[in-house]
Protein backbone atom coordinates (compact mmCIF):
# COMPACT_ATOMS: atom_id res chain seq x y z
CA UNK A 1 0.00 0.00 0.00
CA UNK A 2 2.08 3.16 -1.14
CA UNK A 3 2.01 6.71 0.69
CA UNK A 4 -1.07 8.29 -1.73
CA UNK A 5 -3.58 4.63 -0.98
CA UNK A 6 -2.89 5.71 2.39
CA UNK A 7 -3.67 9.03 2.37
CA UNK A 8 -6.68 8.56 0.75
CA UNK A 9 -7.65 5.78 3.22
CA UNK A 10 -6.84 7.88 6.32
CA UNK A 11 -9.30 10.44 4.79
CA UNK A 12 -11.68 8.35 4.31
CA UNK A 13 -11.31 6.62 7.57
CA UNK A 14 -11.44 10.32 9.41
CA UNK A 15 -14.76 11.19 8.18
CA UNK A 16 -16.17 7.70 8.61
CA UNK A 17 -14.76 6.52 11.99
CA UNK A 18 -14.41 9.80 13.97
CA UNK A 19 -17.05 9.75 17.26
CA UNK A 20 -16.79 5.75 16.84
CA UNK A 21 -16.46 3.96 20.22
CA UNK A 22 -14.03 0.95 19.99
CA UNK A 23 -15.89 -1.91 21.11
CA UNK A 24 -13.82 -4.71 20.30
CA UNK A 25 -10.32 -5.70 19.48
CA UNK A 26 -8.87 -9.02 18.11
CA UNK A 27 -5.61 -10.30 16.52
CA UNK A 28 -6.57 -13.09 13.83
CA UNK A 29 -3.00 -13.14 12.44
CA UNK A 30 0.49 -12.67 13.97
CA UNK A 31 0.82 -8.84 12.49
CA UNK A 32 -3.02 -8.37 12.04
CA UNK A 33 -5.05 -6.13 14.44
CA UNK A 34 -9.15 -6.15 13.57
CA UNK A 35 -11.26 -2.73 15.69
CA UNK A 36 -14.76 -3.53 15.81
CA UNK A 37 -15.48 0.00 15.63
CA UNK A 38 -19.71 1.10 16.55
CA UNK A 39 -20.64 4.20 14.51
CA UNK A 40 -23.80 6.25 15.37
CA UNK A 41 -26.95 4.25 14.81
CA UNK A 42 -25.66 1.36 16.02
CA UNK A 43 -23.93 0.04 12.85
CA UNK A 44 -20.65 -1.70 13.21
CA UNK A 45 -17.81 -1.88 10.84
CA UNK A 46 -14.44 -3.57 11.16
CA UNK A 47 -11.19 -2.45 10.32
CA UNK A 48 -8.18 -4.17 9.58
CA UNK A 49 -4.49 -3.12 10.44
CA UNK A 50 -1.33 -5.09 9.51
CA UNK A 51 1.93 -4.48 9.73
CA UNK A 52 2.90 -7.60 7.44
CA UNK A 53 5.90 -6.47 4.99
CA UNK A 54 4.09 -7.97 2.29
CA UNK A 55 0.25 -7.51 2.76
CA UNK A 56 0.69 -3.69 5.00
CA UNK A 57 -2.39 -1.99 4.86
CA UNK A 58 -5.35 -0.31 6.53
CA UNK A 59 -8.99 -0.44 5.18
CA UNK A 60 -12.42 -1.08 6.23
CA UNK A 61 -13.60 -5.20 5.62
CA UNK A 62 -16.33 -6.73 4.99
CA UNK A 63 -14.19 -9.93 5.41
CA UNK A 64 -15.73 -12.28 8.07
CA UNK A 65 -12.95 -12.95 10.97
CA UNK A 66 -12.76 -15.46 13.74
CA UNK A 67 -12.39 -14.13 16.94
CA UNK A 68 -9.22 -16.24 18.59
CA UNK A 69 -10.51 -17.42 21.96
CA UNK A 70 -7.02 -16.66 23.58
CA UNK A 71 -5.64 -13.22 22.68
CA UNK A 72 -1.85 -12.99 22.02
CA UNK A 73 -0.18 -10.17 24.34
CA UNK A 74 -0.33 -7.54 22.10
CA UNK A 75 -4.22 -8.15 21.59
CA UNK A 76 -4.88 -8.55 25.37
CA UNK A 77 -2.89 -5.26 26.08
CA UNK A 78 -5.07 -3.18 23.51
CA UNK A 79 -7.70 -4.77 24.95
CA UNK A 80 -6.99 -3.12 28.60
CA UNK A 81 -5.80 0.12 26.97
CA UNK A 82 -7.39 1.04 23.90
CA UNK A 83 -10.71 -1.15 23.82
CA UNK A 84 -13.76 1.51 25.27
CA UNK A 85 -11.91 4.39 23.14
CA UNK A 86 -13.67 6.89 21.18
CA UNK A 87 -11.89 7.67 17.36
CA UNK A 88 -10.84 11.38 17.58
CA UNK A 89 -8.50 11.37 14.16
CA UNK A 90 -7.38 9.29 11.83
CA UNK A 91 -4.00 10.97 9.86
CA UNK A 92 -0.71 10.61 8.06
CA UNK A 93 2.66 11.37 8.48
CA UNK A 94 3.56 14.02 5.64
CA UNK A 95 6.68 11.82 4.04
CA UNK A 96 6.22 8.29 5.02
CA UNK A 97 3.60 5.38 5.34
CA UNK A 98 3.30 6.06 8.74
CA UNK A 99 -0.95 6.52 10.09
CA UNK A 100 -2.29 7.30 13.74
CA UNK A 101 -5.74 6.89 15.21
CA UNK A 102 -5.74 8.87 17.77
CA UNK A 103 -8.51 7.62 21.00
CA UNK A 104 -9.60 9.35 23.76
CA UNK A 105 -11.10 7.52 26.64
CA UNK A 106 -12.04 8.36 30.37
CA UNK A 107 -9.85 7.24 33.06
CA UNK A 108 -11.98 8.79 36.60
CA UNK A 109 -12.83 12.04 35.24
CA UNK A 110 -9.75 12.34 33.12
CA UNK A 111 -9.96 11.94 29.49
CA UNK A 112 -6.83 10.22 28.29
CA UNK A 113 -5.21 10.31 25.11
CA UNK A 114 -4.06 7.43 23.32
CA UNK A 115 -2.35 6.85 19.89
CA UNK A 116 -2.75 3.85 18.02
CA UNK A 117 -0.08 3.95 15.46
CA UNK A 118 0.92 1.81 12.28
CA UNK A 119 3.81 1.76 10.79
CA UNK A 120 4.29 0.63 7.10
CA UNK A 121 7.52 0.27 6.48
CA UNK A 122 8.38 -2.68 4.63
CA UNK A 123 10.29 -5.27 6.89
CA UNK A 124 10.07 -2.58 9.44
CA UNK A 125 6.56 -2.89 9.78
CA UNK A 126 4.91 -1.93 13.72
CA UNK A 127 2.33 -1.11 14.90
CA UNK A 128 2.81 0.81 18.62
CA UNK A 129 -0.35 2.14 21.34
CA UNK A 130 1.47 5.76 22.35
CA UNK A 131 0.48 7.83 25.31
CA UNK A 132 -0.49 10.85 23.73
CA UNK A 133 0.35 13.32 26.19
CA UNK A 134 3.96 12.16 27.27
CA UNK A 135 4.57 10.54 23.59
CA UNK A 136 5.95 7.11 25.61
CA UNK A 137 5.35 4.13 23.81
CA UNK A 138 2.98 2.35 26.05
CA UNK A 139 3.26 -1.15 23.85
CA UNK A 140 4.66 -2.30 20.48
CA UNK A 141 3.72 -5.27 18.12
CA UNK A 142 7.63 -5.89 17.55
CA UNK A 143 10.36 -4.54 19.94
CA UNK A 144 13.43 -2.79 18.17
CA UNK A 145 16.20 -2.69 21.03
CA UNK A 146 19.61 -1.12 20.54
CA UNK A 147 21.72 -3.71 19.17
CA UNK A 148 19.43 -4.47 15.94
CA UNK A 149 19.52 -0.48 14.72
CA UNK A 150 21.47 2.04 15.13
CA UNK A 151 18.98 5.33 14.57
CA UNK A 152 15.70 4.11 16.68
CA UNK A 153 14.77 1.72 19.52
CA UNK A 154 11.27 0.96 19.86
CA UNK A 155 11.03 -0.91 23.34
CA UNK A 156 7.58 0.15 25.87
CA UNK A 157 8.23 2.91 27.78
CA UNK A 158 11.06 5.00 25.13
CA UNK A 159 9.92 8.05 23.75
CA UNK A 160 8.44 7.77 20.30
CA UNK A 161 9.31 9.40 17.35
CA UNK A 162 8.76 9.08 13.28
CA UNK A 163 11.03 6.96 11.57
CA UNK A 164 13.66 8.24 10.17
CA UNK A 165 12.49 9.84 7.07
CA UNK A 166 12.94 7.09 3.76
CA UNK A 167 10.06 8.55 1.25
CA UNK A 168 8.92 11.06 -0.42
CA UNK A 169 6.45 14.03 0.21
CA UNK A 170 2.64 12.41 -0.69
CA UNK A 171 0.31 13.87 -3.35
CA UNK A 172 -2.20 16.30 -2.29
CA UNK A 173 -4.65 14.16 -3.97
CA UNK A 174 -6.01 12.11 -1.45
CA UNK A 175 -5.95 14.86 1.42
CA UNK A 176 -8.94 16.59 2.62
CA UNK A 177 -10.59 18.44 -0.73
CA UNK A 178 -9.34 18.28 -4.14
CA UNK A 179 -10.36 14.41 -4.66
CA UNK A 180 -12.25 15.12 -7.81
CA UNK A 181 -9.46 13.34 -9.53
CA UNK A 182 -9.53 10.28 -7.35
CA UNK A 183 -11.05 7.43 -8.95
CA UNK A 184 -10.57 3.81 -7.05
CA UNK A 185 -9.32 1.38 -9.50
CA UNK A 186 -8.37 -1.67 -9.33
CA UNK A 187 -5.86 -2.06 -12.63
CA UNK A 188 -5.13 -5.59 -14.19
CA UNK A 189 -1.69 -5.17 -16.26
CA UNK A 190 -0.62 -7.32 -19.11
CA UNK A 191 1.75 -9.38 -17.48
CA UNK A 192 -2.26 -10.91 -15.37
CA UNK A 193 -1.02 -9.10 -12.27
CA UNK A 194 -3.57 -6.82 -10.52
CA UNK A 195 -2.56 -3.89 -8.74
CA UNK A 196 -4.46 -1.04 -6.84
CA UNK A 197 -4.77 2.46 -7.64
CA UNK A 198 -5.91 5.58 -6.67
CA UNK A 199 -6.95 6.49 -9.98
CA UNK A 200 -7.96 4.41 -12.90
CA UNK A 201 -6.47 3.70 -16.08
CA UNK A 202 -8.53 2.51 -18.45
CA UNK A 203 -12.47 1.59 -18.81
CA UNK A 204 -11.53 -2.14 -18.28
CA UNK A 205 -10.43 -1.30 -14.73
CA UNK A 206 -12.34 -2.48 -11.83
CA UNK A 207 -13.58 0.85 -10.12
CA UNK A 208 -14.90 1.90 -6.71
CA UNK A 209 -16.75 4.48 -4.60
CA UNK A 210 -14.29 4.78 -2.07
CA UNK A 211 -10.57 3.49 -1.75
CA UNK A 212 -11.57 1.43 1.16
CA UNK A 213 -13.97 -0.83 -0.86
CA UNK A 214 -10.97 -1.39 -3.53
CA UNK A 215 -8.85 -2.18 -1.11
CA UNK A 216 -11.33 -4.81 0.63
CA UNK A 217 -11.85 -6.09 -2.41
CA UNK A 218 -8.49 -6.50 -3.97
CA UNK A 219 -6.75 -7.65 -0.37
CA UNK A 220 -9.65 -9.82 0.57
CA UNK A 221 -8.96 -13.33 -1.10
CA UNK A 222 -5.24 -12.95 0.07
CA UNK A 223 -6.17 -12.62 3.80
CA UNK A 224 -9.23 -14.82 3.79
CA UNK A 225 -6.45 -17.66 2.28
CA UNK A 226 -3.99 -16.86 4.51
CA UNK A 227 -6.97 -17.09 8.01
CA UNK A 228 -7.97 -20.11 6.20
CA UNK A 229 -5.04 -21.67 6.54
CA UNK A 230 -3.98 -20.57 9.86
CA UNK A 231 -7.68 -21.68 11.27
CA UNK A 232 -6.90 -24.81 9.38
CA UNK A 233 -3.52 -25.17 11.22
CA UNK A 234 -4.57 -24.55 14.45
CA UNK A 235 -7.67 -26.76 14.27
CA UNK A 236 -5.63 -29.75 13.27
CA UNK A 237 -2.87 -29.19 15.43
CA UNK A 238 -4.20 -31.01 18.55
CA UNK A 239 -5.98 -33.66 16.49
CA UNK A 240 -3.11 -34.37 14.84
CA UNK A 241 -1.17 -34.78 18.43
CA UNK A 242 -3.93 -36.79 19.43
CA UNK A 243 -3.77 -39.17 16.28
CA UNK A 244 0.23 -39.89 17.06
CA UNK A 245 -1.01 -40.75 20.68
CA UNK A 246 -3.33 -43.32 19.70
CA UNK A 247 -0.72 -44.59 17.04
CA UNK A 248 1.33 -45.11 19.97
CA UNK A 249 -1.24 -46.88 22.29
CA UNK A 250 -2.15 -49.34 19.67
CA UNK A 251 1.58 -50.24 19.13
CA UNK A 252 1.11 -50.66 23.10
CA UNK A 253 -1.69 -52.62 22.99
CA UNK A 254 0.27 -55.12 20.17
CA UNK A 255 2.62 -55.85 22.54
CA UNK A 256 0.24 -56.23 25.20
CA UNK A 257 -1.59 -58.69 23.28
CA UNK A 258 1.63 -60.20 22.92
CA UNK A 259 2.34 -61.08 26.35
CA UNK A 260 -1.67 -61.70 27.11
CA UNK A 261 -1.55 -64.40 24.32
CA UNK A 262 1.76 -66.23 26.00
CA UNK A 263 0.09 -65.91 29.02
CA UNK A 264 -3.32 -67.64 27.43
CA UNK A 265 -1.08 -70.06 26.42
CA UNK A 266 0.21 -71.17 29.44
CA UNK A 267 -3.16 -73.23 30.70
CA UNK A 268 -1.28 -76.05 28.56
CA UNK A 269 1.68 -75.90 30.71
CA UNK A 270 0.37 -76.08 33.45
CA UNK A 271 -1.44 -78.85 32.50
CA UNK A 272 1.99 -80.46 31.68
CA UNK A 273 3.13 -79.54 35.00
CA UNK A 274 0.34 -80.85 36.80
CA UNK A 275 0.98 -84.13 35.32
CA UNK A 276 4.37 -84.21 36.47
CA UNK A 277 4.34 -82.68 39.76
CA UNK A 278 5.78 -85.77 41.73
CA UNK A 279 9.22 -84.45 39.71
CA UNK A 280 9.41 -80.76 40.91
CA UNK A 281 11.47 -79.67 44.42
CA UNK A 282 11.66 -76.71 45.78
CA UNK A 283 14.40 -74.60 44.31
CA UNK A 284 13.99 -75.67 41.07
CA UNK A 285 14.48 -72.79 38.12
CA UNK A 286 12.75 -75.25 35.44
CA UNK A 287 11.31 -78.74 34.38
CA UNK A 288 11.91 -80.28 31.19
CA UNK A 289 9.20 -82.49 29.89
CA UNK A 290 7.70 -84.19 27.11
CA UNK A 291 4.24 -82.48 25.41
CA UNK A 292 1.12 -84.97 24.87
CA UNK A 293 2.34 -85.68 21.53
CA UNK A 294 5.60 -87.07 22.57
CA UNK A 295 7.55 -85.59 20.01
CA UNK A 296 8.99 -82.52 21.48
CA UNK A 297 10.55 -81.61 24.77
CA UNK A 298 9.00 -78.44 26.40
CA UNK A 299 10.93 -76.73 29.47
CA UNK A 300 8.55 -75.16 31.91
CA UNK A 301 10.09 -72.11 33.80
CA UNK A 302 9.31 -72.68 37.83
CA UNK A 303 10.03 -70.42 41.13
CA UNK A 304 12.60 -71.41 43.05
CA UNK A 305 10.92 -70.09 46.33
CA UNK A 306 7.67 -71.71 45.41
CA UNK A 307 7.12 -75.61 45.99
CA UNK A 308 5.78 -78.14 43.25
CA UNK A 309 1.89 -76.81 43.95
CA UNK A 310 2.26 -73.11 43.91
CA UNK A 311 3.84 -72.81 40.83
CA UNK A 312 1.15 -75.12 38.88
CA UNK A 313 -1.12 -72.40 40.64
CA UNK A 314 0.80 -69.45 39.37
CA UNK A 315 1.06 -70.87 35.94
CA UNK A 316 -2.84 -71.40 36.14
CA UNK A 317 -3.38 -68.02 37.49
CA UNK A 318 -1.48 -66.27 34.31
CA UNK A 319 -3.28 -68.29 31.84
CA UNK A 320 -6.16 -67.39 33.47
CA UNK A 321 -5.45 -63.43 33.29
CA UNK A 322 -4.80 -64.05 29.80
CA UNK A 323 -7.88 -65.48 28.83
CA UNK A 324 -9.29 -62.54 30.64
CA UNK A 325 -7.20 -59.60 29.51
CA UNK A 326 -7.17 -60.96 25.63
CA UNK A 327 -11.19 -59.76 25.40
CA UNK A 328 -10.48 -56.15 27.08
CA UNK A 329 -7.11 -55.63 25.01
CA UNK A 330 -9.63 -56.35 21.80
CA UNK A 331 -12.45 -54.17 23.40
CA UNK A 332 -9.76 -51.16 23.66
CA UNK A 333 -7.95 -51.88 20.39
CA UNK A 334 -11.58 -51.69 18.60
CA UNK A 335 -12.01 -48.54 20.37
CA UNK A 336 -8.54 -46.98 19.51
CA UNK A 337 -9.14 -47.81 15.53
CA UNK A 338 -12.76 -46.29 15.52
CA UNK A 339 -11.51 -43.17 17.65
CA UNK A 340 -8.49 -42.41 15.26
CA UNK A 341 -10.10 -43.51 12.26
CA UNK A 342 -12.82 -40.92 12.95
CA UNK A 343 -10.11 -38.35 14.15
CA UNK A 344 -8.33 -39.47 10.10
CA UNK A 345 -11.53 -38.64 8.51
CA UNK A 346 -11.77 -35.14 10.48
CA UNK A 347 -8.71 -34.44 9.62
CA UNK A 348 -9.38 -35.11 5.81
CA UNK A 349 -12.47 -32.50 5.54
CA UNK A 350 -10.58 -29.82 7.45
CA UNK A 351 -7.80 -30.33 4.67
CA UNK A 352 -10.95 -30.38 2.17
CA UNK A 353 -12.51 -27.59 3.93
CA UNK A 354 -12.43 -24.45 1.30
CA UNK A 355 -13.96 -21.53 3.47
CA UNK A 356 -14.21 -20.76 7.38
CA UNK A 357 -17.56 -21.59 7.44
CA UNK A 358 -16.67 -25.29 6.30
CA UNK A 359 -13.85 -25.52 8.80
CA UNK A 360 -16.29 -24.06 12.17
CA UNK A 361 -18.59 -26.31 10.78
CA UNK A 362 -16.41 -29.40 10.69
CA UNK A 363 -15.15 -28.71 14.27
CA UNK A 364 -18.38 -27.48 16.10
CA UNK A 365 -20.92 -30.17 14.81
CA UNK A 366 -18.17 -33.70 15.48
CA UNK A 367 -19.04 -34.94 18.17
CA UNK A 368 -17.86 -37.88 18.65
CA UNK A 369 -14.56 -37.62 20.66
CA UNK A 370 -14.87 -33.45 20.47
CA UNK A 371 -13.11 -32.97 23.47
CA UNK A 372 -10.04 -35.53 23.17
CA UNK A 373 -9.77 -34.22 19.12
CA UNK A 374 -9.76 -30.51 19.80
CA UNK A 375 -7.56 -30.48 22.03
CA UNK A 376 -4.70 -32.17 23.78
CA UNK A 377 -5.17 -32.92 28.02
CA UNK A 378 -5.67 -29.13 29.71
CA UNK A 379 -5.61 -27.38 25.98
CA UNK A 380 -7.84 -25.04 24.85
CA UNK A 381 -8.51 -25.23 21.41
CA UNK A 382 -7.41 -21.98 18.92
CA UNK A 383 -10.90 -20.23 17.74
CA UNK A 384 -14.13 -20.69 19.03
CA UNK A 385 -16.39 -20.88 16.05
CA UNK A 386 -20.27 -19.73 16.37
CA UNK A 387 -22.89 -21.33 14.11
CA UNK A 388 -25.94 -20.96 16.06
CA UNK A 389 -28.14 -19.94 14.00
CA UNK A 390 -26.23 -20.00 10.74
CA UNK A 391 -27.60 -22.17 7.67
CA UNK A 392 -24.84 -24.27 6.52
CA UNK A 393 -24.73 -26.66 3.38
CA UNK A 394 -23.67 -29.63 5.29
CA UNK A 395 -22.83 -31.51 1.73
CA UNK A 396 -21.88 -30.48 -1.85
CA UNK A 397 -24.35 -31.00 -5.04
CA UNK A 398 -23.35 -32.22 -8.14
CA UNK A 399 -25.21 -33.44 -11.06
CA UNK A 400 -24.78 -36.68 -13.37
CA UNK A 401 -24.65 -37.19 -16.87
CA UNK A 402 -27.83 -38.15 -16.75
CA UNK A 403 -29.66 -35.34 -14.13
CA UNK A 404 -29.10 -37.93 -11.16
CA UNK A 405 -28.37 -35.71 -7.76
CA UNK A 406 -24.89 -37.10 -6.48
CA UNK A 407 -24.14 -35.25 -2.99
CA UNK A 408 -21.21 -35.71 -1.28
CA UNK A 409 -20.65 -34.63 2.66
CA UNK A 410 -18.62 -32.20 3.93
CA UNK A 411 -18.57 -33.08 7.43
CA UNK A 412 -18.80 -35.62 9.74
CA UNK A 413 -22.11 -34.60 9.94
CA UNK A 414 -22.88 -33.63 6.79
CA UNK A 415 -21.83 -37.71 5.26
CA UNK A 416 -24.38 -38.81 8.46
CA UNK A 417 -26.87 -36.95 7.13
CA UNK A 418 -26.70 -37.77 3.23
CA UNK A 419 -27.38 -41.55 4.32
CA UNK A 420 -30.16 -40.91 7.52
CA UNK A 421 -32.22 -37.96 5.99
CA UNK A 422 -31.05 -37.51 1.83
CA UNK A 423 -30.68 -41.65 1.21
CA UNK A 424 -33.56 -43.78 -0.54
CA UNK A 425 -33.38 -47.40 -1.02
CA UNK A 426 -32.12 -47.96 -4.72
CA UNK A 427 -29.53 -44.90 -4.76
CA UNK A 428 -26.34 -45.69 -4.82
CA UNK A 429 -23.73 -44.97 -1.84
CA UNK A 430 -20.06 -44.40 -2.85
CA UNK A 431 -16.57 -44.39 -0.45
CA UNK A 432 -12.81 -44.36 -1.31
CA UNK A 433 -11.92 -47.95 0.06
CA UNK A 434 -9.81 -48.67 2.91
CA UNK A 435 -8.96 -44.44 3.04
CA UNK A 436 -10.58 -41.59 4.70
CA UNK A 437 -13.27 -39.64 2.48
CA UNK A 438 -15.97 -38.07 1.84
CA UNK A 439 -19.74 -40.57 1.66
CA UNK A 440 -21.16 -40.03 -1.58
CA UNK A 441 -24.53 -40.87 -2.55
CA UNK A 442 -25.96 -40.90 -5.98
CA UNK A 443 -29.53 -40.83 -5.60
CA UNK A 444 -31.31 -42.83 -8.58
CA UNK A 445 -34.37 -43.74 -6.42
CA UNK A 446 -35.70 -41.42 -8.62
CA UNK A 447 -36.49 -43.74 -10.96
CA UNK A 448 -33.88 -42.67 -13.98
CA UNK A 449 -31.48 -45.30 -14.35
CA UNK A 450 -27.78 -44.77 -13.70
CA UNK A 451 -25.79 -45.45 -16.33
CA UNK A 452 -21.55 -46.31 -16.61
CA UNK A 453 -20.79 -42.91 -16.93
CA UNK A 454 -22.55 -41.63 -14.16
CA UNK A 455 -21.49 -44.15 -12.36
CA UNK A 456 -17.97 -43.12 -12.91
CA UNK A 457 -18.72 -39.71 -12.11
CA UNK A 458 -19.90 -40.56 -8.66
CA UNK A 459 -17.04 -42.78 -7.80
CA UNK A 460 -14.74 -39.87 -9.32
CA UNK A 461 -16.55 -37.50 -6.83
CA UNK A 462 -15.45 -40.29 -4.07
CA UNK A 463 -11.46 -40.81 -4.70
CA UNK A 464 -11.53 -36.87 -5.39
CA UNK A 465 -13.21 -36.10 -1.55
CA UNK A 466 -10.79 -38.30 -0.24
CA UNK A 467 -7.27 -39.25 0.85
CA UNK A 468 -6.58 -40.66 -2.19
CA UNK A 469 -7.16 -37.23 -4.24
CA UNK A 470 -3.43 -36.85 -5.09
CA UNK A 471 -3.14 -39.94 -6.51
CA UNK A 472 -5.39 -39.67 -9.36
CA UNK A 473 -6.63 -42.70 -8.96
CA UNK A 474 -8.12 -45.63 -6.77
CA UNK A 475 -10.72 -48.16 -5.59
CA UNK A 476 -14.18 -46.95 -5.06
CA UNK A 477 -16.47 -48.85 -2.96
CA UNK A 478 -20.00 -48.90 -3.82
CA UNK A 479 -23.30 -50.22 -2.31
CA UNK A 480 -27.01 -49.99 -2.44
CA UNK A 481 -27.67 -47.75 0.21
CA UNK A 482 -29.86 -50.85 2.11
CA UNK A 483 -26.74 -52.41 2.45
CA UNK A 484 -24.97 -49.58 4.39
CA UNK A 485 -25.95 -48.83 8.04
CA UNK A 486 -24.50 -45.78 10.62
CA UNK A 487 -22.82 -47.32 13.22
CA UNK A 488 -24.95 -47.28 16.38
CA UNK A 489 -23.54 -44.87 18.96
CA UNK A 490 -20.61 -44.59 17.16
CA UNK A 491 -19.02 -41.32 15.08
CA UNK A 492 -20.92 -39.52 12.67
CA UNK A 493 -20.30 -40.45 8.96
CA UNK A 494 -18.96 -44.01 10.38
CA UNK A 495 -20.77 -46.89 8.88
CA UNK A 496 -20.88 -50.53 8.73
CA UNK A 497 -21.10 -51.99 4.83
CA UNK A 498 -22.90 -55.78 4.58
CA UNK A 499 -22.52 -56.08 1.14
CA UNK A 500 -20.47 -53.76 -1.67
CA UNK A 501 -18.42 -53.93 -4.87
CA UNK A 502 -15.51 -52.10 -5.67
CA UNK A 503 -14.27 -50.48 -8.99
CA UNK A 504 -11.37 -48.73 -10.54
CA UNK A 505 -11.93 -44.92 -10.57
CA UNK A 506 -9.51 -41.79 -11.90
CA UNK A 507 -10.31 -37.96 -10.91
CA UNK A 508 -9.02 -34.46 -12.63
CA UNK A 509 -6.48 -33.18 -10.41
CA UNK A 510 -9.13 -30.26 -9.44
CA UNK A 511 -12.73 -30.65 -9.50
Known amino acids: MNLEILQCIAEELNRSLRGGFINKIHQPLPREIVLRVRLKGSREVKVVASADPQLGRIHLTQLKIPNPQNPPRFCAYLRAHLQGSIIDSVSVADNDRVLTVKCLRKNGQLLVGRLFVLELLGRDSNM ?42 GSAIGLFGGASTIRPAIVT ?45 ACMAPIKRRVASLTRRMEKIAQDKQRLERFASGQEVG ?40 NMQRIFAKASKGKRGQALVEKRLEDTIAEKGALDDLL ?134 KNVRPISGGPPGKVMVRKYETLMAKWPARW
Open 128 to 169: LLVDDASKTIMDCLHSIPQKETATRVVLPGRHYSLPPTRGRH
Open 348 to 481: LLLQQAETLEEVSAVIDRTSFSQEKALASRGEKRRYVPNNRGRSFAEFRRYVSDSGLAILVGKTGQGNDSILRKKARQGDLWFHAKDAPGAHVVMQVSSGLGATTLDIEKAAALAGYFSALRTAGKGEIMMADV
Open 189 to 233: KNNGKRELRVCTVSEKDETFGTMNEAADVFYGPVIAGLILDDLRR
Open 271 to 310: ELLKANLNRVTKGMTNLDVVEWTGQRKVSIELDPALDAVA
